[in-house]
């Protein structure tokens, strides 16, 4: 019996000796819920889809609990969101929430559109789709104590586009000035969080010529590197601006408490299990 616990004993070290070591970065738990909505009935979009493909690809690959939809209907999203944010129960979690697809801005205050909705007046706007104000009061459920918001929604508002084509939503869509402004209302982080959006408020996002759009590729090319929430961001700015020759300023509002790493480097802090 001495000589299995001895030899057991040597095994378990040996295997803790080859084994990597662990940082308190790796050990946290990391969540997302990726929306890509392009399948709209008058305003349809090409790179939504894509874009949530490659950030639910790139997310998992960084340890990431994936959820990724598209195309999602007004009462889809609405429990998606509830779902997300409720499931999370660790305090030491961090939650990310990612959409792509059309978003207006109405009475200052922020929409992301869902697909299959029919919206056609102000009221239905307020019901149907999915305000920045409910993500932000969701996320309070959640125990995780750092949210990210990425917002690639403000390529173009939808509802001039219905005035142009469409007569027959003229008054209706002028109610609440949803067809006057392009672009996404600013938005205050609360504590603990970060919002990034595709471009600055109040103004249009290029949807891109390639397979994604301009500010999630750009995205997709920094958010693998050690690098902190706030540097990564000013690199995506600065590649947007210089592929939109100066047109598409990506903007964000911070209230993050600590540093936030989207792929957090070793951590020298926590010293490697010895060798024996």
């Known amino acids: 019996m001495k000589k299995t616990y001895i030899c057991c004993s040597v095994i378990i070290l040996w295997s803790l000796a080859i084994s990597p070591a662990f940082t308190f970065e790796e050990a946290v738990p990391r969540y997302a819920l990726i929306i890509g909505n392009a ?96 993500v932000l009061s969701e996320l309070k459920k959640s125990k995780s104590h750092q949210h990210i918001i990425i917002l690639d929604a403000c390529r173009n508002n939808p509802f001039k586009v219905l005035l142009n084509n469409e007569g027959v939503v003229r008054s209706a869509v002028i109610e609440g000035n949803i067809a006057e402004h392009n672009g996404l209302a600013a938005v205050k982080a609360p504590a603990g969080t970060l919002i990034a959006y595709a471009t600055e408020p109040g103004k249009a996002a290029f949807d891109g010529s390639g397979k994604n759009g301009t500010y999630t590729s750009a995205l997709l090319s920094y958010i693998g590197k050690s690098e902190t929430a706030e540097e990564l961001f000013k690199k995506v700015r600065q590649q947007v601006l210089s592929k939109t020759n100066n047109k598409q300023l990506p903007w964000e509002h911070s209230s993050l408490t600590e540093k936030f790493y989207f792929s957090p480097p070793a951590n020298e802090e926590v010293p490697d299990i010895p060798n024996f």
């Open 39 to 134: 399948n709209y009935q008058y305003t349809p979009l090409k790179n939504p889809i894509n874009d949530a493909k490659a950030m639910a690809k790139k997310l998992r690959s960084l340890r990431y609990d994936v959820t990724e939809l598209h195309d999602q209907n007004p009462q889809q999203m609405q429990e998606a969101l509830e779902h997300f944010y409720e499931s999370i129960k660790e305090d030491n979690a961090i939650s990310l929430f990612y959409f792509s697809g059309h978003g207006v801005q109405a009475n200052n205050i922020n929409y992301l559109l869902p697909v299959n909705s029919n919206i056609a007046s102000f009221d239905t706007l307020t019901s149907k789709a999915l305000s920045t104000n409910k």
